[in-house]
């Protein structure tokens, strides 16, 4: 690239200095915007712990996530995040309990068994269902789903942490397809004429030999769904009867994580002791999603490795 | 060039109104067969094939000994990998691919609806040009072919595991690490895995599609020696681009010849080996095994 330059050539000396000038101030735009997104996640974690400070101090960390009473507004407030906590754990098990056996067999199907006519078609279809609004996906469910669950289990409401979990999984589908399917595809065609070879049907091969080799991305999959379906905040505050208190069944109202923080962000003091709580809720939310995106990346990695023989 | 194709009712191809065997004057394959309990000899008469309407071979006549050595030579893209995937139907995968003539297997046709191709695949076995071994243990992907047929008992795999492995020489360098994962040994060991892997269904035949073409000089040279080795119990069909290999490890070779893209591939000669490679008949496989072109 750079040349030895003689004594004599004085003006390619000139040049090389500002193309090298100019390959720092470009390395360094690259540079930046590479470390943005850690700075961003940094600065989003530590605005969250800023802002939950008050809530530990004051209610007091272990309190906070092992109370089961959440009364924000009673006097004097009680702030156990339980019953929040396993609100969203309930509807993400629903919700995974939708979309993981849809999205794998979806995508099995569309990577191993259509033609590429099919597989254009499907692709498209499932890219649309990713571009819906979640608010879209609540009103469905408000207009559907929720008679049918109060009537088909004849219960009081149809506000309940399954109808939420549905509909949940229902949009965490496409995700779960795409990233399956991406994982199906990688596996090299290879190994799939290996097993034919040796007197395979198809089935008896993908379900031997490439559903095993892209299972580290299919549970990669999974683990984006799952983030996807923790952090939904819309559908579920349109589903799930928002009922602060601790859940025994998915058949019960419950309150998510997040349909907390949207709900009661609106009527709190800012600076105050509830605003305060809202932050640590979120930052539970937060670490909670950061874990499973973490966990979802190093298996990813070892996959990664893996082929690279 | 587009060849206007057409398969018939009957399987046979047609083009140009009239089978295709018909319009070319074929090589003879003057082989006797020698079958007596002799399993794993193939005939192929009249055998053309087609991607689509794109005819890349025609009018092949061959006979394929059993229990030996027969080599597949001849330039690039003149369809060698194309002839052998139809002894083991693997061109059924591919979708689109018309074959036409016939092919028996000890006397029995194995095109069409005549064979079950996931059936003659556990006869006639496949080592591809790229080690593909499974992503799994070692003793999982020899004892892969045999799960599929059905065994099941711990003994029984546990012996077929092994004598598939000393049958492609790998036994000494793995029976200490059967449980280890295939993808940590060396690409001759995968492949000699590959061929113990095709081994342990018990096939009749092994088609192997330049073997040795992704190996070192060494692992090339013990893959050589397990092909010696295994044909004393199986038949082998082995496509290779290296004529001294061709002329070491083979009894036969056929020479397969497309003069141009504008019209398909034939066997332009057929023989024992050391006669091919010292006298051929034909002057075109004199200049291409003494690499004149191709
Ligand atoms: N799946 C396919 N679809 C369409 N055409 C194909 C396909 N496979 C091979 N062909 C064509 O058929 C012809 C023969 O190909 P083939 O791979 O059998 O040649 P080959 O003798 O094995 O070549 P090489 O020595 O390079 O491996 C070529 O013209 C090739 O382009
Ligand atoms: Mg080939």
């Known amino acids: 690239m750079t040349t030895p330059s003689t004594p004599s050539s004085g003006r390619r000396l000139g040049r090389t200095t500002t193309r090298r000038a100019a390959e720092a101030v470009v390395r360094a735009i690259i540079y930046l915007c590479g470390w943005m997104a850690i700075i961003i996640l940094g600065a989003i974690a530590v605005f969250l712990m800023w802002n939950s400070l008050r809530a530990v101090q004051e209610a007091g960390l272990v309190t906070m996530l092992t109370g089961t009473a959440w009364y924000p507004t009673s006097s004097p407030g009680k702030f156990g995040m339980l019953p929040l906590i396993l609100g969203s754990l309930f509807v993400t098990g629903v919700a995974l309990a939708v979309c993981v056996p849809v999205g794998v067999a979806a995508a099995v199907f569309i990577s191993e068994f259509s033609g590429r006519l099919v597989k254009e078609v499907m692709k498209s279809i499932i890219e649309f269902m990713a571009a819906v609004p979640s608010v879209v996906y609540g009103l469905i469910g408000v207009a559907v789903l929720i008679p049918f669950v109060r009537q088909f289990f004849g219960l009081d409401t149809g506000m309940t942490a399954l109808t939420g979990g549905i509909v949940l999984g229902i949009m965490s589908i496409p995700t779960v397809i795409s990233i399956s399917e991406d994982a199906l595809h990688a596996v090299p065609a290879e190994l799939r004429q290996g097993s034919a070879a040796l007197g395979n049907t198809r089935w008896q091969t993908t379900f031997k030999v490439t559903i095993p080799a892209a299972s580290s991305g299919i549970f990669a999959a999974v683990m984006l769904g799952l983030g996807r379906a923790i952090g939904e905040t819309m559908a579920v505050l349109m589903l799930t009867g928002n009922a602060a208190v601790m859940p025994t069944s998915i058949f019960e109202s419950v309150r998510t994580m997040t349909g907390t923080i949207a709900a009661e962000m609106g009527e709190v003091v800012q600076g105050g002791l509830h605003y305060s709580v809202l932050f640590a809720v979120g930052l539970v939310l937060f670490t909670i999603t950061f874990a499973i995106n973490l966990a979802a990346d190093l298996v990813l990695e070892r996959q990664r490795k893996r082929w690279r023989r | ?294």
């Open chain 2, 1 to 294: 060039m587009v060849t206007p194709v057409l398969v018939s009712g009957d399987g046979t191809l047609v083009y140009n109104g009239g089978p295709v065997s018909a319009t070319v004057p074929a090589v003879r394959d003057e082989a006797i067969d020698t079958t007596g309990d002799a399993r794993g000899s193939f005939s192929l008469a009249g055998v053309s094939v087609a991607y689509g309407k794109d005819l890349v071979i025609e009018g092949v006549d061959m006979h394929i000994p059993p229990q030996a050595v027969t080599a597949l030579i001849g330039p690039s893209g003149c369809g060698k990998s194309t002839l052998l995937r139809c002894l083991n139907r693997m061109n059924d995968e591919l979708g689109n691919v018309h074959i036409g003539g016939t092919i028996t297997l000890d006397g029995q046709s194995i095109m069409g609806k005549a064979m079950d191709p996931v059936e003659l695949r556990m006869r006639v076995g496949q080592v591809f040009q790229r080690p593909n071994p499974f992503p799994m243990s070692i003793y999982d992907n020899v004892a892969y072919g045999p799960r599929t047929q059905g065994v099941r008992r711990r003994g029984e795999l546990d012996g077929l595991v092994e004598e598939s492995l000393k049958g492609a020489a790998l036994w000494e360098e793995v029976k200490k690490s059967l449980k280890k994962h295939a993808f940590e040994l060396s690409g001759g060991q995968q492949q000699r895995l590959c061929i113990a892997r095709a081994l342990a269904t018990k096939p009749e035949v092994i088609l192997m599609d330049e073997p040795a073409s992704a190996l070192d000089p060494i692992s090339t040279q013990q893959i050589e020696d397990t092909i010696a080795e295994l044909k004393s119990s199986v038949t082998i069909v082995i496509v290779t681009h290296n004529m001294q290999q061709a002329a070491r490890i083979s009894d036969r070779t056929a020479f397969m010849l497309r003069e141009s893209l504008e019209e398909p591939a034939h066997l332009v000669e057929i023989g024992d080996t050391k006669k091919m490679f010292t006298n051929p008949d034909d002057e075109r496989t004199e200049s291409y095994i003494t690499g004149r072109f191709g």
